[in-house]
């Protein structure tokens, strides 16, 4: 009895899918979330990218000066940080009519809202200034980001204890929400008392440690923070440092949230409820946790739960564990950690780099360096080298086989660069991946050709031996 399955049938060319995008063992609906409307006297988003321009023109028109003026873009000192040059500065000044004050001002401006990014000791515009004038979501998606660094865009003035500032920054997401809440104006003297508590219950949560014994009370040292130290000067920084990226405006006795500010904080708070009814509760989860919570999930779902974790979290720490899970044993979670780096875009793209010399990460790194530089996601896979190309086709496989099921893993074969099944698993085999036996195992009880099946058991009995 013979097989109707040609023995060398030509693998059909397509372009490899990403992980996240083939199709699930399980698939789970979940009911959607009505989408939620901002508060009632919220401009519309054009409107809300109109103020986010007007708020970014300088910083826009330095990038662009930067981008014409300094191809390829190349404009860092020799302090490694990209910051403008003095004699940069210099001529940016006398071209643009500012003050090379003013130049610094906008450049660092500009880096903070992602118009620039920073590789190394050079810059290059983002993705965002390209996209600038047809792209409203790039818009807001950078002033978010501004406002986010609102500690950043005016430092804190001297004299003041880095823990008091790191407290004050800390309580600064209950003092805006209360903002938000009262939809007006709110007394300077309100601020200061909620502040104020803010910070006894962050002092307080710290200091929560087994009681021993004490044999004398400590006397305070010169130096430490005394905890009755005055907020008021600190919150009147923060106060005028949000002001300044356009979050709020203040005087000596009232504040009060712009329109973006408002909008800002209540997408904040709407991330925080997203990720407080996830099912999973993938807000308090670890990176690892969180993916195998997201793994069968349709890729909408998936994403909105990468959001929200993210959300819950600095992006530098969350950008590390998302890098950590990847280097583990599961090919699954390797996929899956680069889709939720997609979600956090140009921040993590200097970690990305980090790993490109990794063979386990280099593959998904390229791709997500592809995509983050514009190339078409269909078309991204074209950066890699045909033995990376087969590495990520085994690395795919190995999840398939590990949490997916036989039919999937034959529909794999699809996404294979090599044109028939010979010359794949002759790739397969040199390439080295140390799943390989357990990937052709698995391919071979999977596959209803009985001769493609015992080739490919042949090829993994070469591996697993050593032969050719």
């Given at each position: 009895?013979?097989?109707?399955?040609?023995?060398?049938?030509r693998?059909?060319?397509?372009?490899p899918r990403?992980l996240?995008a083939?199709?699930?063992?399980?698939d789970q609906?979940?009911?959607?979330r009505?989408?939620?409307?901002p508060?009632?006297?919220?401009?519309?988003p054009a409107e809300?990218?109109r103020m986010a321009?007007?708020?970014l023109?300088g910083?826009v028109?330095?990038?662009r000066?930067?981008?014409?003026?300094?191809?390829p873009?190349?404009?860092g000192s020799?302090?490694?940080?990209?910051?403008?040059s003095a004699?940069?500065?210099?001529?940016?000044?006398a071209?643009?009519?500012l003050?090379?004050?003013?130049?610094?001002a906008?450049?660092?401006?500009?880096?903070?809202?992602g118009?620039?990014e920073?590789?190394?000791d050079?810059?290059r515009?983002g993705?965002r200034?390209?996209a600038?004038?047809?792209?409203d979501?790039?818009?807001?998606?950078?002033?978010?980001?501004l406002?986010?660094?609102?500690s950043?865009?005016?430092p804190?003035?001297a004299?003041?204890?880095?823990?008091a500032v790191?407290e004050?920054?800390s309580?600064?997401?209950?003092?805006?929400?209360?903002l938000?809440l009262?939809?007006?104006?709110?007394p300077?003297a309100q601020l200061l008392?909620?502040?104020?508590q803010?910070?006894?219950?962050?002092?307080?949560?710290r200091?929560e440690?087994?009681?021993?014994?004490q044999p004398?009370p400590?006397?305070p040292?010169p130096?430490?923070?005394?905890?009755?130290?005055?907020?008021a000067?600190?919150?009147?920084?923060?106060?005028h440092?949000?002001?300044s990226?356009g979050?709020?405006?203040?005087d000596a006795?009232h504040?009060?949230?712009?329109?973006?500010?408002n909008?800002a904080?209540?997408?904040?708070l709407?991330q925080?409820c997203v990720?407080?009814q996830s099912?999973?509760g993938?807000?308090e989860?670890?990176?690892e946790d969180?993916?195998?919570?997201c793994?069968?999930?349709r890729?909408?779902?998936?994403r909105?739960?990468y959001?929200?974790?993210?959300?819950?979290?600095?992006?530098?720490s969350?950008v590390?564990?998302?890098?950590d899970a990847?280097?583990?044993?599961?090919?699954?979670?390797?996929?899956?950690a680069?889709?939720?780096l997609?979600?956090?875009?140009?921040?993590a793209?200097?970690?990305?780099?980090?790993?490109?010399?990794?063979?386990t990460?280099?593959?998904?790194?390229l791709?997500w360096l592809a995509?983050?530089?514009?190339?078409d996601?269909e078309d991204?896979h074209?950066v890699?080298t045909?033995?990376?190309?087969?590495?990520?086709w085994?690395?795919?496989?190995?999840a398939?086989?590990?949490h997916g099921?036989?039919p999937?893993?034959?529909?794999?074969?699809?996404s294979?660069?090599?044109?028939t099944?010979?010359a794949?698993?002759?790739?397969?085999?040199?390439?080295?991946?140390?799943?390989?036996?357990?990937?052709?195992?698995a391919?071979?009880?999977a596959h209803?050709?009985p001769?493609l099946a015992?080739?490919?058991r042949r090829?993994?009995?070469?591996?697993?031996?050593?032969g050719?």
């Open positions: 009895m013979t097989s109707r399955i040609p023995r060398d049938s693998l059909r060319l397509v372009r990403p996240a083939a199709p699930r063992a399980m609906r979940r009911p959607r009505p989408a939620p409307r508060p009632e006297g919220t401009p519309a809300l990218a321009r007007s708020q023109a910083a028109r330095v990038a000066w930067a981008d014409a003026a300094l191809r873009g190349r404009a020799a302090d490694g940080k990209a910051t403008l004699a940069t500065a210099e001529r940016a000044a071209e643009l009519g003050t090379p004050a003013q130049i610094r906008e450049w660092d401006t500009a880096r903070l809202a118009l620039v920073v590789h190394g050079s810059a515009p993705w200034l390209r600038w004038d047809r792209d979501s790039a818009v807001l998606r950078g002033w978010v980001a406002f986010d660094a609102w950043l865009a005016h804190e003035p004299g003041h204890e880095a823990a790191a004050v920054v309580a600064m997401p209950q003092v805006l929400s209360f938000q009262s939809a007006g104006p709110v300077v008392d909620l502040l104020e803010r910070v006894t219950e962050l002092r307080t949560e200091c440690v087994a009681y021993v014994p004398e400590v006397e040292q130096g430490d923070t005394q905890p009755d130290a005055p907020l000067p600190l919150l009147d920084w923060a106060l440092a949000l002001a990226v979050a709020l405006t203040c006795a504040a009060t949230l712009t329109p973006l500010g909008w904080v209540w997408v904040k709407e925080i990720a407080a099912p999973a993938n807000i989860a670890s990176a969180m993916l195998r919570g793994a069968q999930l890729p909408n779902a998936a909105a739960e959001r929200a974790w993210l959300a819950a979290r600095p992006v530098g969350a590390t564990e998302l890098i990847a280097r583990g044993e599961d090919a699954l979670l390797r996929g899956l680069f889709e939720a997609r979600v956090v875009g140009a921040p793209e200097p970690d990305v780099r980090a790993v490109l010399d990794e063979p990460l280099r593959p998904y790194a791709l995509e983050h530089d514009g190339s996601p991204a074209e890699l045909r033995e990376e190309a087969t590495w990520l085994v690395d795919t496989a190995a398939v086989a590990d099921e036989a999937l893993l034959v529909r794999h074969l699809e294979a660069v090599q044109p099944v010979p794949l698993l002759d790739e397969v085999r040199a390439v080295g991946h140390p799943r390989t036996v357990q990937v052709l195992v391919l071979a009880a209803p050709d001769a015992k080739a490919v090829a993994a009995f070469q591996v697993h031996t050593g050719l």
